[in-house]
């Protein structure tokens, strides 16, 4: 089994093919690895810009790149195809830190190659995410590449984060620490037309209370005190991509303000609900606590 770990830099500037905002790939970075997890080899390329020559100070700021180390660069495609032979193995598992990265690359195949899929990927594992399983962190939050090296006491003082040559060596060295033959292969799939369906979706936020995806359950709270259902003493709204309503216990007078935000996945709707005592009625907790 070969592995890929593919690190991108990019640009982000206006398209006027596009009519809209487009990340151009500056810099590929990539490493090879074998069965034993060791590194055989490296590729790295820098791509000369062509949407927009100059570079974001963000970008400038973030990565070290000038604008004149990308004068010598290669075209896109040209890039690609010397990433593709360099791959050889059809079947080998292609790696980014997230699926930002496999996003961007996809963009600007659509752009430049007019592809709709990724020319050189067959098969595919999101290593942050297996990371995250591995280290048992939960998805709520992303982990950064830097956390996750310092997470694993992996070294990154000779290498310059914010590179995709030194990023890709990073990650295979997080690579080698966390694999494990069985958890791997549950986080990689073929590369078909649902995985590529599945990494374009585009997960929005329900803003119509009277939505089908809004449930009459989901908007019901009971009190946290004494369990008694909470009646609503004010009209549900949309803020802060949520619904928020004012709610009072009739039992023990105690009000809050429920949260309801409902997510469209690719797997389908999921509900988010949080209860938030007022400030006043958590003082008064604390004050009869403090009595005690």
């Known amino acids: 089994m070969t592995y890929i770990i593919i690190d991108l830099e990019w640009n982000g500037a206006y398209a006027r093919r596009t009519r809209g905002y487009f990340n151009e790939i500056i810099e590929i970075g990539a490493v090879k690895m074998d069965d034993s997890l060791q590194l055989v080899d490296s590729f790295h390329a820098v791509i000369r810009p062509v949407v927009s020559r100059k570079l974001s100070s963000i970008v400038q700021d973030l990565t070290g790149i000038e604008e004149e180390e990308l004068e010598d660069g290669m075209p896109f495609s040209r890039a690609v195809s010397q990433l593709r032979k360099w791959i050889t193995d059809p079947e080998a598992v292609i790696m980014t830190w997230s699926t930002t990265d496999l996003i961007v690359m996809l963009e600007n ?5 007019r592809e709709e899929h990724i020319p050189f990927m067959n098969r595919y594992a999101d290593l942050q995410a297996y990371f995250q399983n591995r280290m048992g962190t939960g998805s709520a939050q992303q ?10 006491e992996i070294s990154d003082q000779e290498l310059d984060l914010h590179r995709a040559l030194d990023d890709s060596i990073l990650s ?18 073929y590369a078909d037309s649902e ?17 089908e995806h809004v449930k009459i359950s989901d908007l019901r709270f009971s009190c946290e005190d004494c369990n008694r259902m909470l009646n609503r ?11 928020c309503a004012d709610f009072l216990c009739r039992g023990c007078n105690r009000k809050y303000t429920a949260r309801v935000q409902i997510k469209l996945k690719y797997s389908g709707a999921e509900t988010n609900r949080t209860l938030i005592p007022h400030a006043e009625e958590i ?10």
């Open 233 to 243: 003493i004010g009209e549900w709204r949309f803020r802060n991509r949520a619904f």
């Open 283 to 292: 003082a008064e907790k604390e004050s009869k606590a403090d009595d005690l």
């Open 143 to 152: 982990i950064s590449l830097g956390k996750a090296c310092e997470m694993l």
């Open 195 to 211: 995985f590529y369906r599945r990494l374009t979706f585009k997960v929005s936020v329900v803003n119509d209370i009277s939505s």
């Open 172 to 189: 295979g060295k997080i690579f080698a620490k966390i694999y494990e033959a069985k958890s791997f292969e549950h986080q990689t799939f």
């Open 109 to 113: 195949c659509r752009y430049f190659l």
